[in-house]
């Protein structure tokens, strides 16, 4: 079987070909009706060791629609507080034959690390400063929908000529990475904005363009991608107060005028509202794509959990050659 660890284990043509499956699912969730038997008869364990709104209750709903058996393990709730390691706690998971397995941990590799212990395909749902790699993935639907609305998309389904600016604390956010690699693999051009302290070092190997001020960042900008102080990651950085960091690097309505007329806005929540974003600017529904986001959230799930467990079900999939 496969799994979906990162957006960096994947090709072009994969993430082109998950994306244009998830298009069927966007269809199918905008009926009446949403449920089907495609994946009945299995079973998915989402485990989560890490809070989660939108990608844990997007994976049940997707499972669910997909006829799919679907179990929720919260961390908090289970053994690991008894002192369970995380292998006991993944080959627990295993001995119950599941199906799939979603997984989000606090530590960068932990969902890897699970991957090569189990049985059934691994979905990473968020893995410390690493990946997140259905974030990526719903990012760059969501940016397909609203440029084909604004009569832009491209007849093959890249991104190819966009200028994406990602402004935040890119240094803990592992949505940055899948977000830069995904962009990147669809045609756009990245640039990531943050405090120097924020801003991991070596990260223009990636091929982006590093900018610690906002303004010239912004300039001409095609989308405009804010993330969050994640304070529970801070290890000691200097990072200004909440009025320093609106000043310096809040998305203002007079701050969105440097980027380009009809700017996209984008936002994988939670939001700081005040601080990285102002709510007029996110609840503007002429450039803000944030719900739509969390819409596109639900198809790509559905998606992936279709194909990775195609093989399962006996149907050629996900690395089977049928779609190279
Ligand atoms: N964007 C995102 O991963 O949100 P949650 O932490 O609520 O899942």
Redesign the pocket.
Known sequence: HRDLIAIGALQSHEILFLLDEAEHWVRFNRQPTKHCDALAGLTIINAFFE??????LSFEIAGKRLGADVVNMHAAQSSVKKGETLIDTAKTLNAMRADAMVIRHGSSGAVGLIAGKVDCPVLNA?DGQHE?PT?GLLDALALRHALAERGEASSDGQLTGLTVTICGDILHSR?ARSNILCLQALGATVRLCAPPALMPAGVAAMGVEVFHNFDAALAGADVVMMLRLQNERMDGQFIPSPREYRHLYGLTRQRLALARDNVIVMH???MNRGVEIDSDVADDARYSIITNQVEMGVAIRMACLDVLTRKARGIPGWGEGEWV
């Open positions: 809070n989660s709104t939108r990608t844990l968020g997140h974030q949505v994988p929540g939670p």
